[in-house]
């Protein structure tokens, strides 16, 4: 119970902190964008994996069941493609991750936001084709 009392006394940035996931990376000499995307981007992408995959599912206009991928970068230009031409879908994307955002990191992204937003889509398109075209393992 101690630590239900503990969440209840935190403020928003502090709560967004916390459910984060923590990722080790090697973050040394990396310029601030660099940064931001690792300290920021990576672990908010992995918390909303789920989410994104939802929305990319469920969005209207998405039926990769009528196309036929036979490899990974059929998927990747179909899905780049389809990222670009959806602008709906693209802004509902960003504002997944964006929405999570420490008070602070929105300061950040306001001035950088058409990169970081690049960055955004970048990161979560690698996602979705490594979900749907796994890489093999190392075992077999």
Same mark, same amino acid.
């Given at each position: +119970?101690?630590?239900?009392?503990?969440?209840?006394? +935190?403020?928003?940035? #502090?709560? %967004?902190?916390?459910?984060?996931?923590?990722?080790?990376?090697?973050?040394?000499?990396?310029?601030?964008?660099?940064?931001?995307?690792? #300290?920021?981007?990576?672990?908010?992408?992995?918390?909303?994996?789920?989410?994104?995959?939802?929305? +990319?599912?469920?969005?209207?206009?998405?039926?990769? #069941?009528?196309?036929?991928?036979?490899?990974?970068?059929?998927?990747?230009?179909?899905?780049?493609?389809?990222?670009?031409?959806?602008?709906?879908?693209?802004?509902?994307?960003?504002?997944?991750?964006?929405?999570?955002?420490?008070?602070?990191? +929105?300061?950040?992204?306001?001035?950088?936001?058409?990169?970081?937003?690049?960055?955004?889509?970048?990161?979560?398109?690698?996602?979705?084709?490594?979900?749907?075209?796994? #890489?093999?393992? %190392?075992?077999?």
């Amino acid at each position: +119970m101690g630590s239900l009392v503990l969440i209840v006394e +935190m403020n928003r940035d #502090e709560l %967004i902190q916390h459910i984060r996931p923590r990722l080790v990376l090697d973050i040394t000499d990396a310029k601030p964008l660099e940064a931001f995307q690792n #300290e920021t981007l990576r672990p908010i992408l992995k918390l909303q994996n789920e989410v994104t995959q939802a929305l +990319m599912r469920n969005h209207k206009n998405y039926k990769p #069941e009528l196309l036929s991928f036979d490899t990974r970068q059929q998927y990747e230009t179909y899905l780049s493609k389809y990222i670009q031409t959806n602008i709906d879908f693209k802004n509902q994307l960003i504002g997944v991750i964006v929405g999570l955002f420490t008070t602070k990191e +929105m300061l950040q992204y306001k001035s950088q936001a058409k990169e970081l937003n690049r960055r955004i889509v970048q990161m979560q398109l690698k996602r979705y084709v490594d979900t749907a075209f796994p #890489e093999p393992s %190392i075992d077999s």
